[in-house]
């Protein structure tokens, strides 16, 4: 079965410090992996997604995510964190079931410290 | 653009009443999906629809759930009767029909049954 997991619910960092968030998948054939974000009252934002290509995907607000096929991988990652940072954030995958379906994380609350 | 609507945002109601939770998609777009999203489960995919029609209603609780899709820019999900166990954030989104493609979300309605 195609799936997503976050294995940390909660990722602490001070601001100014590098934060990453984890993510691996498990998909049969080529995986569309996408990163969102959640601020409280809020639904959910899109920041990122890998499709093909470079394995280093630049989206909003600074964020950026790698993909590494060997360790099924794709953590997002910013080089210095905001306390504007600290929300939920989700993991998805795209199935090919030819229409598209994604698969959510069980999320990662992001706390940024003054 | 307004991007996806909801309505209402915050509904209260009795055990045994009937629900209804309305979305209008960004318009152009031609997939849309239902989620609910709790503490317990976190989100999940209720059912989706594409050119109006429902792809997959496996994530649908029961029967007491049913979603329509009359036209290319309305949707409802119905609970009929609701129960205390229903209590949610249920989400609405709308993307263009692709795997590749993102899904954007509505601001949610935060359903409280009593």
């Known amino acids: 079965a195609q799936s997503v997991a976050q294995p940390e619910d909660q990722v602490n960092v001070a601001e100014g410090n590098p934060l990453t968030v984890k993510c691996t998948y498990s998909?049969?054939?080529?995986?569309?992996l996408f990163w969102y974000v959640q601020y409280p009252n809020r639904g959910l934002q899109f920041l990122l997604k890998?499709?093909?290509?470079?394995?280093l995907v630049k989206g909003s607000y600074g964020f950026e995510a790698e993909f590494n096929k060997s360790q099924t991988s794709f953590h997002l990652k910013k080089p210095s964190a905001l306390v504007s940072d600290s929300a939920l954030y989700f993991c998805?995958?795209?199935?090919?079931?030819?229409?598209?379906?994604?698969?959510f994380g069980t999320g990662t609350r992001l706390l940024v410290s003054p | 653009d307004a991007g996806v609507i909801q309505s209402p945002r915050h509904e209260v109601t009795e055990m045994g009443q009937e629900v209804t939770l309305r979305c209008k998609p960004i318009?152009?777009?031609?997939?849309l999906f239902w989620y609910r999203q709790t503490m317990m489960r976190g989100l999940e995919l209720l059912i989706y629809?594409?050119?109006?029609?429902?792809?997959?209603d496996s994530g649908m609780p029961e029967d007491r759930f049913s979603a329509k899709m009359p036209n290319a820019s309305f949707s409802t999900l119905k609970i009929q009767p609701s129960e205390p166990r229903d209590s949610a954030v249920y989400f609405c989104?709308?993307?263009?029909?692709?795997?590749?493609?993102?899904?954007?979300f509505g601001p949610g309605t935060r359903l409280t049954v009593l």
């Open positions: 989104a709308s993307s263009l029909a692709g795997l590749v493609n993102e899904q954007f």
């Open positions: 998909v049969s054939g080529n995986p569309y």
């Open positions: 890998y499709i093909t290509g470079d394995n």
């Open positions: 998805a995958v795209s199935l090919n079931t030819g229409f598209q379906k994604l698969v």
């Open positions: 318009s152009g777009h031609n997939s």
């Open positions: 629809f594409n050119n109006n029609v429902p792809i997959d």
